[in-house]
């Protein structure tokens, strides 16, 4: 499953479905919701929220241990294999939210 962040104020950002609810869940949205919307009023609340797990999710990937880093070699996960981190992935929706908020357009996925 697609989920398709759409806003007047920048392209789409597209994420497949569960990277798409981690970030939805992360702006402090139900990530059940098929349908939504992050209103402008919402906006700054959604931007705080999403760059506070985008630092949460950098600090996770500093403080991992040698030993989780060699299992990731070992398990062969490591240059184009790697996990994609959350920060990775967020960085356009939160590209798209903070262009929304200084166009006052809303952000909505689903429709």
Known sequence: MLIIFKSDASADVIMLG???KQVIA???KDPADAKGIVTVEQLPAAITSLQAAIEEDRARQTERTEAEEAADREEGRTGMAAPVSLAQRAWPLL???Q???KEKVPVVWGV
């Open 95 to 97: 590209d798209m939210l």
């Open 26 to 28: 992360a702006m402090g």
């Open 18 to 20: 569960d990277a798409g």
């Open 99 to 101: 262009q929304a908020q």
